[in-house]
């Protein structure tokens, strides 16, 4: 009884922490979406006191997101965003699969010194790496390209980490079976390697979409051009530097930045928290 | 159908401080089926990768038919092989496994259709070709990794450990089907194995491996009566041949605890050798009033249906007897044994060879 009554306890101890947990995450983003059909006067007006009208609009409009649509080319910058996170999850699963492939299915000397190079990268933080890549990328003339913003990140550290480890579970039996069946090194990659290792490639594939569409930084600096700014970018530029933000369309706008991330995941999340857990390494 | 043949075949693994395999010399002859057996770690897979095109040797030359093949990739060796875990792919069904070797060979699909279901039937697999291998039982898994080798039509068939994830009946079943197997094709065939009973019911020819080394060859009724040395002696039958420490005295074979066997006949020995007296269980009788030539006490019975197994210890040394069951004696009770002296082995006490 006594045993019963504490593990009753623990569980809604545990239970009242995750939804904490919840709201911590869910409320800012309630916030941006019931902000984004307010009208600009009422957005800061309904923050103090707290209450239920800080969270949901008493008189819904669209008008932010007529403004927006009319006013900047968000739609373009979603093209754009679309367009770059869509080659970078290609690139990078051909990439890396085939990198992950080599290092842990062929002999060759400085094979562990080759990986270890490659993570020695991952541990770098972006902002060391951001000079060295523009005028890398910028000598190569890619700047203001699309090509420029993805290309630096497509021979991921972090997704050949993910798909080695996932080649490394695989049997050593099964390629020994494709070779003596007559497949060379692309066809037991391509026919055998490839279709068992479905769901890490998913993995990565959601993860690198997920890093490519939130990009923000990278793209700030390598695409200034209006013609290829990405979403997030096109987001904070959206009011020119001398007026005060239209809080409204910005809201609007990240609703309609997220929105397709939202339904990704919604789709494949058992998908990306398999990654997740796979990698040991968070988001 | 191909000769087989090893010439002084070495391998030696990178980082390795020993040989996995040393100076071996093997011919399999055409259609016969021969077993590689030994301990684990001797050398027997990697040999059989060898000849696969798996592994390459580091010294030594192979041959199949009249093609030397180390160098070539094991497409262009004219081989199958059927491996320890299946090694079947988990995303194709069984007829696409089957097939696989075919369509990478450019093969009619008329003909690969004709092989699959030609194979599939010889194996009853007819019904599960559009099964995924997750779908299968063990049995079934291994019957189609069988019917992948088949279908190619390959010289030599190669079959490492193909039955040690099988359970105990299930194993029995397939021993039977390979040897069957092999009998209606007449290919030549490897087989590895660590288990002893699968190389006598199996083989027409046993190998016996120790240490990268051949330690002796034969039918496996030779290796059985004959063995060449001790190591052959307690790995080959089962229960195990017992080994009591003994030294000639007087003409005559001293087996300690007052236990005196003459000689085999044949056998002149020196005063004073040290020898190890291998006795296989069965080579023990009960003795009939009278006429035991030692009587211990049984530590353990044993009963095997057919049989009884009766442990006892001689010399403080551990001895089993195989009896009939009508003649085995209760736990703790005393047995009369009789020993022919032509039924035993000899082996050198210190080099472990025959005598």
Known sequence: ?283 | MAQVRLASIGKTYEGATANTIRGLDLEVQDGEFLVLVGPSGCGKSTTLRMIAGLEEPTEGAIWIGNRRVDGLEPRERDIAMVFQNYALYPHMTVAQNMSFGLRLAKVPKPEIRRRVEAAAETLGLSALLGRHPKALSGGQRQRVAMGRAIVREPGVFLFDEPLSNLDAQLRGQMRAEIRRLHDRLSATTVYVTHDQVEAMTLADRVVVLKDGRIEQQGTPQELYDRPATRFVAGFLGSPQMNFLAGEVRQGALDLGAGLVLALPPGHALAEGRKLDVGIRPEAFAVAAPGAAILSPRADLVELLGATSLVHFSHADQPCTALVPPAQAPRAGAVIGLTLAPDRISLFDAETGRAV
Not at chain 1, 120 to 147: C, I, K, R
Not at chain 1, 177 to 188: E, P, Q, V
Request: charged content about 10%; glycine content about 6%; proline content about 6%.
């Open chain 1, 1 to 283: 009884m006594t045993e019963n009554r504490s593990r009753s306890r623990r569980v809604l101890g545990v239970s009242l922490i995750l939804v904490a947990i919840v709201l911590c995450f869910f409320t800012p983003f309630l916030w941006i979406v019931s902000n984004s059909f307010k009208p600009q006067l009422t957005i800061f007006a309904d923050v103090t006191p707290l209450s239920w009208k800080t969270f949901l609009p008493v008189h819904p409009v669209l008008e932010n997101y007529r403004t927006l649509f009319a006013r900047t080319n968000i739609l373009h910058a979603l093209l754009n965003t679309a367009i770059v996170s869509a080659a970078q999850v290609a690139l990078t699963l051909v990439l890396c699969s085939m990198a992950a492939y080599a290092l842990t299915r062929i002999r060759f000397r400085g094979s562990k010194v080759v990986f270890a190079l490659i993570l020695l990268t991952f541990l770098l933080p972006v902002e060391a790496m951001l000079v060295p890549l523009y005028q890398v990328v910028s000598g190569l003339g890619l700047d203001n390209t699309l090509l420029g913003v993805m290309i630096p990140w497509i021979a991921s550290p972090f997704g050949l980490f993910l798909l080695k480890q996932s080649f490394e579970e695989l049997p050593r039996d099964l390629e020994d079976a494709a070779r003596i069946d007559g497949a060379g090194h692309l066809r037991t990659f391509v026919s055998v390697i490839l279709p068992n290792v479905k769901v890490p490639l998913l993995t990565l594939g959601l993860v690198t979409f997920l890093f490519s569409w939130n990009s923000f930084l990278w793209p700030l600096v390598i695409a200034q051009a209006p013609e290829i700014q990405l979403i997030q970018v096109a987001i904070a530029q959206q009011g020119s530097p001398t007026q005060l933000p239209n809080w409204g369309e910005t809201f609007a706008g990240a609703t309609v930045a997220t929105l397709p991330l939202i339904l990704l995941f919604l789709l494949l999340q058992k998908y990306f928290t398999q990654g997740m857990a796979m990698s040991g390494i968070k988001g």
